[in-house]
């Protein structure tokens, strides 16, 4: 089984819905992040959580929330989504005892009509 | 700054060796890593440097000199499933230490 989860894998919707992207691992890691990767532009990142309690912002933060509801999970959420947002979303976590390496989730590919 | 330069794009023939490199301009450098992904697919771990040299694993090597800002990754006896962007990440001490990722370089490598 896969240490790190997504889902869905792919969501197609429309301008305005609300979506939730879901992230679960059993990597058993503290740290967890949620990136986009668009074409060209490489991965960047959205939000991290270094524990329950942690929320941060990243470089790309406007127009998403997220919640870190338990060790495992972390959701990024698009209130009402938009046409830019179409992009690769990957969830990974890090284990902060060692050289912090990142473990990514397979992807959720997103369009937004 | 963290600026972070890869080239787009590199063609290479199976089983030659092929060197992508990659600089980055920043204060505080704690650590390079190189990611492969695969189209479509979520990119995975293959080496990290934080000292100066050559760290071999097999086919691929990675290289960091920290004066310079360069770091490269060398793949020798290339093979068609090496075909895969390759992605610079640039960890800070300080803050957060959450790396930065380059652009990512596309290698494609022909018969």
């Known amino acids: 089984d896969a240490d790190v989860t997504q889902t869905p894998r792919n969501r197609i919707t429309k301008t305005g819905k609300r979506i939730m992207l879901e992230c679960s691992q059993t990597?058993?890691?503290?740290?967890m992040y949620w990136y986009r990767q668009d074409p060209g532009l490489g991965l960047r990142l959205i939000y991290y959580?270094?524990?329950?309690?942690?929320?941060n912002k990243g470089e790309i933060s406007d127009g998403y929330s997220v919640s870190r509801q338990a060790q495992a999970k972390f959701s990024l959420s698009l209130e009402s989504a938009i046409p830019n947002q179409t992009a690769l979303y990957f969830c990974?976590?890090?284990?902060?005892?060692?050289?912090?390496?990142?473990?990514f989730g397979p992807g959720t590919r997103l369009t937004v009509l | 700054g963290q600026n972070i330069d890869q080239p787009t794009e590199m063609t290479a023939t199976e089983g030659a060796i092929v060197q992508i490199n990659c600089t980055y301009q920043?204060?505080?450098?704690?650590?390079l890593f190189w990611y492969q992904q695969h189209a479509g697919e979520a990119p995975t771990f293959l080496s990290y440097n934080v000292l100066d040299g050559l760290e071999e694993k097999g086919r691929f090597s990675s290289f960091l000199s920290r004066s310079k800002g360069y770091s490269y990754l060398l793949l020798k006896e290339l093979q068609m499933k090496d075909s895969a962007s390759y992605l610079c990440?640039?960890?800070?001490?300080?803050?957060?230490?959450?790396?930065?990722f380059g652009r990512g370089t596309s290698l494609i490598v022909h018969p």
């Open positions: 990974a976590t890090s284990d902060d005892r060692s050289t912090d390496t990142q473990y």
């Open positions: 959580s270094f524990d329950v309690k942690d929320i």
């Open positions: 990597k058993g890691h503290d740290r």
């Open positions: 920043t204060s505080g450098f704690n650590g």
């Open positions: 990440a640039v960890r800070l001490s300080g803050g957060s230490y959450i790396p930065t």
